[in-house]
Nanobody, 115 residues
Framework: QVQLAESGGGLGQPGGSLRLSCVAR????????MGWYRQPTGKERVLVARISREGATTYADSVKGRFTISRDKADDTVYLQMNSLQPEDTAVYYC?????????WGQGTQVTVSS
C-alpha cells in the first residue's frame, strides 16, 4: 500500500509559476515510477509528467519546456515545477505512483491559472 499527499496548488497568474509537491508513504521501495496527471473540468485525466525510479523523465507535449518533474528520494517527495503558466493549465492535478500492477493516486489539488 502507498499513500500519496499532494500540496501546492492554488491560483497562478498567466506567465507565473507554481510548484506542486507529493509525499509518498508506505511501501515506497516497490514504487516503479511516479508522476503527475491532470484533469480539466469535464475532460479526461491525462499524463503531465512522469519520472522513473532511475530518474528518466517523460512530459506531455503541452508542458515540455515549461514544467519540470523531480524526485527527492531522501524524503520520498516528487515535485512538479510549473513555469510560464497558461490558462489551459487549469485543472485538478493528481499525483500517481506506479506500484505495479497497482496505480495509486493522491486526492488531487486544484490549479487555476487566471488573471
Amino acid at each position: 500500500q502507498v499513500q500519496l499527499a499532494e500540496s501546492g496548488g492554488g491560483l497562478g497568474q498567466p506567465g507565473g509559476s507554481l510548484r506542486l509537491s507529493c509525499v509518498a508513504r508506505g511501501d515506497i521501495f516497490s514504487i516503479n515510477a511516479m508522476g503527475w496527471y491532470r484533469q480539466p473540468t469535464g475532460k479526461e485525466r491525462v499524463l503531465v509528467a512522469r519520472i522513473s525510479r532511475e530518474g528518466a523523465t517523460t512530459y506531455a507535449d503541452s508542458v515540455k519546456g515549461r514544467f519540470t518533474i523531480s524526485r527527492d528520494k531522501a524524503d520520498d517527495t516528487v515535485y512538479l515545477q510549473m513555469n510560464s503558466l497558461q490558462p489551459e493549465d487549469t485543472a485538478v492535478y493528481y499525483c500517481n505512483a506506479e506500484h505495479l500492477p497497482v496505480y495509486y493516486w493522491g486526492q488531487g489539488t486544484q490549479v487555476t491559472v487566471s488573471s
